[in-house]
Protein backbone atom coordinates (compact mmCIF):
# COMPACT_ATOMS: atom_id res chain seq x y z
CA UNK A 1 0.00 0.00 0.00
CA UNK A 2 1.00 3.26 -0.93
CA UNK A 3 1.03 4.60 2.86
CA UNK A 4 4.10 4.72 5.30
CA UNK A 5 2.30 3.86 8.29
CA UNK A 6 -1.42 2.60 9.08
CA UNK A 7 -3.11 5.88 9.67
CA UNK A 8 -3.51 6.93 12.81
CA UNK A 9 -7.04 7.09 14.74
CA UNK A 10 -7.50 10.87 14.59
CA UNK A 11 -6.54 10.49 10.69
CA UNK A 12 -8.99 7.51 10.51
CA UNK A 13 -11.87 9.17 12.07
CA UNK A 14 -11.11 12.21 9.68
CA UNK A 15 -11.24 10.27 6.91
CA UNK A 16 -14.18 8.77 7.79
CA UNK A 17 -16.19 12.04 8.54
CA UNK A 18 -15.20 13.26 5.16
CA UNK A 19 -17.10 10.20 4.06
CA UNK A 20 -19.56 11.10 5.75
CA UNK A 21 -19.70 14.45 4.55
CA UNK A 22 -19.15 13.23 0.67
CA UNK A 23 -21.94 11.16 1.45
CA UNK A 24 -24.46 13.69 2.37
CA UNK A 25 -23.24 15.59 -1.10
CA UNK A 26 -20.76 18.11 0.18
CA UNK A 27 -18.35 18.55 -2.85
CA UNK A 28 -15.92 20.50 -0.27
CA UNK A 29 -15.67 16.87 1.77
CA UNK A 30 -14.44 15.55 -1.78
CA UNK A 31 -12.05 17.97 -2.34
CA UNK A 32 -10.38 17.59 1.50
CA UNK A 33 -10.59 13.74 1.17
CA UNK A 34 -8.33 14.50 -2.58
CA UNK A 35 -5.93 16.47 -0.67
CA UNK A 36 -5.55 13.92 2.17
CA UNK A 37 -5.06 10.82 -0.18
CA UNK A 38 -4.91 11.73 -4.04
CA UNK A 39 -0.93 11.41 -3.97
CA UNK A 40 -1.13 8.08 -2.56
CA UNK A 41 -3.93 6.58 -4.30
CA UNK A 42 -2.06 8.19 -7.60
CA UNK A 43 0.90 6.60 -6.33
CA UNK A 44 -0.89 3.05 -6.20
CA UNK A 45 -2.40 3.59 -9.54
CA UNK A 46 0.87 4.08 -11.07
CA UNK A 47 2.74 1.62 -10.17
CA UNK A 48 -0.37 -1.00 -11.45
CA UNK A 49 -1.01 0.27 -14.95
CA UNK A 50 2.85 1.60 -15.49
CA UNK A 51 1.83 5.15 -16.89
CA UNK A 52 0.76 8.52 -15.86
CA UNK A 53 -2.31 9.36 -17.88
CA UNK A 54 -3.77 5.76 -17.16
CA UNK A 55 -3.48 6.66 -13.30
CA UNK A 56 -5.22 9.96 -13.47
CA UNK A 57 -7.99 8.20 -14.92
CA UNK A 58 -7.81 5.43 -12.33
CA UNK A 59 -7.87 8.44 -9.48
CA UNK A 60 -10.89 10.27 -11.02
CA UNK A 61 -12.82 6.71 -11.81
CA UNK A 62 -11.38 6.47 -8.20
CA UNK A 63 -13.47 9.76 -6.52
CA UNK A 64 -16.01 9.72 -8.62
CA UNK A 65 -17.15 6.56 -7.11
CA UNK A 66 -16.10 7.63 -3.67
CA UNK A 67 -18.97 10.76 -4.78
CA UNK A 68 -21.23 7.97 -5.72
CA UNK A 69 -20.57 5.30 -2.69
CA UNK A 70 -19.58 7.34 0.51
CA UNK A 71 -22.45 6.12 1.90
CA UNK A 72 -21.46 2.08 1.12
CA UNK A 73 -18.20 2.73 3.65
CA UNK A 74 -18.41 0.75 6.73
CA UNK A 75 -15.59 1.55 9.18
CA UNK A 76 -15.72 -2.10 10.49
CA UNK A 77 -14.84 -3.33 7.72
CA UNK A 78 -11.25 -1.34 7.70
CA UNK A 79 -9.91 2.35 7.33
CA UNK A 80 -11.43 5.06 4.95
CA UNK A 81 -7.69 5.02 3.56
CA UNK A 82 -7.75 1.10 3.06
CA UNK A 83 -11.59 1.33 1.06
CA UNK A 84 -9.77 3.84 -1.37
CA UNK A 85 -6.80 1.94 -1.77
CA UNK A 86 -8.78 -1.55 -2.55
CA UNK A 87 -11.04 0.73 -4.77
CA UNK A 88 -8.21 1.51 -6.54
CA UNK A 89 -6.76 -1.41 -6.99
CA UNK A 90 -10.11 -2.78 -8.08
CA UNK A 91 -10.44 0.15 -10.67
CA UNK A 92 -6.98 -0.20 -11.78
CA UNK A 93 -7.14 -3.69 -12.74
CA UNK A 94 -10.03 -3.06 -14.39
CA UNK A 95 -8.58 -0.30 -16.65
CA UNK A 96 -5.70 -3.28 -17.83
CA UNK A 97 -8.44 -5.36 -18.62
CA UNK A 98 -10.00 -3.15 -20.46
CA UNK A 99 -6.94 -2.27 -22.53
CA UNK A 100 -5.96 -5.79 -22.79
CA UNK A 101 -9.33 -6.47 -24.49
CA UNK A 102 -9.16 -3.77 -26.88
CA UNK A 103 -5.83 -4.66 -27.52
CA UNK A 104 -6.77 -8.11 -27.75
CA UNK A 105 -9.86 -7.22 -30.52
CA UNK A 106 -7.73 -4.75 -32.67
CA UNK A 107 -5.23 -7.83 -33.44
CA UNK A 108 -8.22 -10.07 -34.32
CA UNK A 109 -9.38 -7.30 -36.51
CA UNK A 110 -6.21 -6.55 -38.35
CA UNK A 111 -5.60 -10.53 -38.23
CA UNK A 112 -8.95 -10.89 -39.86
CA UNK A 113 -8.04 -8.82 -43.16
CA UNK A 114 -8.06 -10.61 -45.83
CA UNK A 115 -5.46 -9.72 -49.04
CA UNK A 116 -6.58 -9.39 -52.20
CA UNK A 117 -7.64 -12.46 -53.95
CA UNK A 118 -5.25 -12.13 -56.08
CA UNK A 119 -2.70 -11.80 -53.98
CA UNK A 120 -2.71 -16.02 -53.57
CA UNK A 121 1.15 -15.76 -51.98
CA UNK A 122 0.22 -13.40 -49.11
CA UNK A 123 -3.06 -15.30 -48.52
CA UNK A 124 -1.61 -19.17 -48.46
CA UNK A 125 0.85 -17.74 -45.96
CA UNK A 126 -1.15 -16.03 -43.73
CA UNK A 127 -3.20 -19.55 -43.65
CA UNK A 128 0.27 -21.54 -43.43
CA UNK A 129 1.36 -19.24 -40.21
CA UNK A 130 -2.22 -19.32 -38.72
CA UNK A 131 -2.38 -23.67 -39.14
CA UNK A 132 1.18 -23.62 -37.89
CA UNK A 133 0.46 -21.51 -34.60
CA UNK A 134 -2.55 -23.75 -33.85
CA UNK A 135 -0.73 -26.67 -34.33
CA UNK A 136 2.05 -25.37 -32.24
CA UNK A 137 -0.04 -24.41 -29.42
CA UNK A 138 -1.78 -28.32 -29.62
CA UNK A 139 2.17 -29.69 -29.22
CA UNK A 140 2.30 -27.69 -25.30
CA UNK A 141 1.81 -30.29 -22.35
CA UNK A 142 -1.15 -29.95 -21.55
CA UNK A 143 -0.71 -28.15 -18.07
CA UNK A 144 1.36 -25.26 -20.25
CA UNK A 145 -1.10 -25.13 -22.82
CA UNK A 146 -4.30 -24.30 -20.24
CA UNK A 147 -2.99 -21.84 -18.56
CA UNK A 148 -1.35 -19.84 -21.92
CA UNK A 149 -5.00 -20.16 -23.17
CA UNK A 150 -6.54 -18.99 -19.82
CA UNK A 151 -4.06 -15.83 -19.35
CA UNK A 152 -4.09 -14.79 -23.53
CA UNK A 153 -7.06 -16.28 -25.28
CA UNK A 154 -9.09 -16.15 -21.75
CA UNK A 155 -7.01 -12.76 -20.15
CA UNK A 156 -6.49 -13.91 -16.71
CA UNK A 157 -4.28 -12.91 -14.43
CA UNK A 158 -1.71 -15.46 -13.34
CA UNK A 159 -3.85 -15.15 -10.07
CA UNK A 160 -6.84 -15.86 -11.95
CA UNK A 161 -5.29 -18.80 -13.79
CA UNK A 162 -3.83 -19.80 -10.49
CA UNK A 163 -7.45 -20.20 -8.69
CA UNK A 164 -8.97 -21.59 -11.80
CA UNK A 165 -6.52 -24.28 -12.15
CA UNK A 166 -5.93 -24.70 -8.58
CA UNK A 167 -2.57 -24.42 -8.32
CA UNK A 168 -0.10 -22.45 -6.75
CA UNK A 169 0.25 -18.67 -7.78
CA UNK A 170 4.34 -19.47 -8.51
CA UNK A 171 3.27 -22.55 -10.67
CA UNK A 172 1.22 -20.74 -12.74
CA UNK A 173 3.52 -18.05 -13.52
CA UNK A 174 5.83 -20.94 -14.40
CA UNK A 175 3.42 -22.97 -16.71
CA UNK A 176 2.88 -19.63 -17.99
CA UNK A 177 6.23 -18.48 -18.73
CA UNK A 178 7.24 -21.78 -19.57
CA UNK A 179 4.80 -22.24 -22.37
CA UNK A 180 4.86 -18.95 -24.34
CA UNK A 181 8.93 -20.12 -24.19
CA UNK A 182 8.18 -22.55 -26.06
CA UNK A 183 5.85 -21.45 -28.39
CA UNK A 184 8.46 -18.90 -29.13
CA UNK A 185 11.20 -21.23 -29.90
CA UNK A 186 9.01 -23.46 -31.45
CA UNK A 187 7.23 -20.62 -33.79
CA UNK A 188 10.41 -19.00 -35.14
CA UNK A 189 12.26 -22.92 -35.73
CA UNK A 190 8.76 -23.33 -37.92
CA UNK A 191 8.72 -19.66 -39.73
CA UNK A 192 12.44 -19.80 -40.34
CA UNK A 193 12.80 -23.39 -41.67
CA UNK A 194 12.25 -23.52 -45.43
CA UNK A 195 11.67 -27.30 -45.62
CA UNK A 196 8.48 -26.60 -44.04
Same mark, same amino acid.
Given at each position: ?10 ? /???? $?? #??? @????? !?? &??? =?? %? ?70 ? /???? $?? #??? @????? !?? &??? =?? %? ?70
Amino acid at each position: MPVRNPPSTAE /RAID $AA #LLE @RIGAG !DH &EAL =AQ %LYERLGGAIYSLAYRIVGDGPSAEDVVQEVFLATWRNAGRYDDLRGSPASWLFTMTRNKAIDLLRRETTSRS /RSVE $AD #LSI @RPALD !DV &ESE =AW %LAYRRDEARRTMASLPEDQRRAVELAFFGGLTHAEVAERLEIPLGTAKSRIRTGLLRLRDLLAASLQDPDR
